[in-house]
């Protein structure tokens, strides 16, 4: 915002909220929106926010070997990646490691700090500004030049601060806990591990869904309603497989499946399982929850004060130069009370068959 904006408007309150309530509010949302990535993704140290490619096989009907081959992007041209790189006049671009796209953790967060971590130190190769992302190829672009994969997984994406320990676990890290997690061992206490389905390489269905509940029913007694979220490209490939085979129970109700649906709802053993379409999710996941079972909580949500702390410590004029500086402040975390009640599906490829 322009100081002459925030300036002149200094010494009318009225006149000061009304030029920086946009900035307000438009930074709550941000903040929120970053809290709701961290909580899916954070800590997940494998991926983070994406894995540098090193595909091998077909990639959007492209034949790609260790992250090297061509794509035409609507945004950008012809691209020719290298390890899963490409620098040229145009910029500097990054693809991801096919699965790893989720359109929400990306679209709208031009701007913001990246950093590029080799793994599994987690050490910093390159950074910069995120400038914007193809979503349906699954590049983005950035104003760094980007190191390339050594193999898959070798180097990941994270924003700013997502690189350190003391960043929130999120719902994968706890999914995928096979050792101690939040002082409890889960080799001691069996229900402390969740059940991680492999897919194989092939794309989601309802048969996956319904074998990876049935791990979670046999090893956490899961019952009641469950909640699936998938990508919406995998969400979207069901929603075509129920309409064409209409191969629901008697559960099956026409005003949750009627030529599109926001939900597609189906029975099994315990009780009911709602799959619904999530931007945030990984192409190449699909998490089931029981949400009875999770804990969102902490000592402060989003907000533009700090109880004992007082204002100007969050928004104040720079010293010597013309702009304001405004922060928010959130203290939150999420867990899950029985994890052996939920179920992480990796390794999906919705651009193969069903398993």
């Known amino acids: 915002?322009?100081?002459?904006?925030?300036?002149?408007?200094?010494?009318?309150?009225?006149a000061f909220v009304e030029a920086t309530k946009h900035v307000v509010k438009n930074n709550l949302i941000s903040h929120r929106r970053f809290l709701e990535i961290v909580k899916i993704h954070g800590q997940n140290s494998d991926v983070l926010l994406g894995r540098v490619a090193y595909t091998t096989?077909?990639?959007?009907?492209?034949?790609?070997?260790?992250?090297?081959?061509?794509?035409?992007?609507?945004?950008?041209?012809?691209?020719?990646?290298?390890?899963?790189?490409?620098?040229?006049?145009?910029?500097?671009?990054?693809?991801?490691?096919?699965?790893?796209?989720?359109?929400?953790?990306?679209?709208?967060?031009?701007?913001?700090k990246v950093k590029q971590l080799q793994q599994?130190?987690?050490?910093?190769?390159?950074?910069?500004?995120?400038?914007?992302?193809?979503?349906s190829l699954g590049i983005l672009k950035v104003d760094f030049k980007p190191t390339a994969a050594t193999k898959i997984g070798s180097h990941v994406l994270a924003f700013e601060g997502m690189e350190l320990?003391?960043?929130?676990?999120?719902?994968?890290?706890?999914?995928?806990?096979?050792?101690?997690q939040f002082n409890i061992?889960?080799?001691?206490?069996?229900?402390?591990?969740?059940?991680?389905?492999?897919?194989?390489?092939?794309?989601?269905?309802?048969?996956?869904?319904?074998?990876?509940?049935?791990?979670a029913v046999n090893a956490g007694g899961t019952y009641g309603t469950l909640r699936c979220y998938a990508n919406p490209r995998s969400f979207h490939a069901l929603m075509a497989d129920g309409l064409a085979n209409r191969s629901f129970d008697s559960s099956y109700n026409s005003s949750e499946l009627k030529n599109g649906a926001k939900s597609i709802k189906f029975a099994y053993s315990e009780g009911e399982i709602e799959i619904v379409g999530h931007r945030y999710v990984m192409e190449g996941d699909a998490i089931i929850l029981r949400l009875d079972d999770w804990i969102c909580s902490g000592t402060q949500d989003v907000a533009?004060?700090?109880?004992?702390?007082?204002?100007?410590?969050?928004?104040?004029?720079?010293d010597g130069q013309g702009a304001y500086a405004f922060h928010t402040y959130a203290d939150m975390y999420i867990m899950c009370r029985a994890?052996?009640?939920?179920?992480?599906?990796?390794?999906i490829n919705d651009e193969a068959p069903a398993a």
Request: with cysteine.
């Open 1 to 14: 915002m322009p100081w002459a904006t925030i300036g002149r408007s200094a010494s009318s309150e009225t």
């Open 57 to 112: 096989g077909e990639y959007r009907k492209q034949k790609f070997a260790n992250g090297t081959g061509k794509l035409t992007s609507s945004l950008y041209g012809e691209l020719s990646f290298t390890n899963g790189v490409c620098s040229n006049a145009s910029g500097n671009y990054i693809l991801l490691q096919a699965g790893d796209m989720a359109s929400g953790i990306w679209v709208g967060m031009q701007g913001i």
């Open 120 to 135: 599994p130190n987690r050490e910093v190769v390159a950074e910069g500004r995120y400038i914007s992302c193809d979503t």
């Open 165 to 180: 320990s003391q960043e929130m676990i999120g719902v994968k890290a706890i999914l995928q806990n096979k050792g101690k």
């Open 185 to 215: 061992d889960a080799q001691l206490f069996p229900l402390w591990s969740a059940n991680v389905f492999d897919c194989g390489g092939k794309s989601l269905s309802f048969k996956t869904i319904e074998m990876g509940t049935a791990d």
């Open 304 to 318: 533009t004060s700090i109880e004992g702390m007082s204002d100007e410590k969050l928004f104040y004029q720079l």
């Open 339 to 347: 994890p052996a009640k939920q179920v992480l599906i990796k390794n």
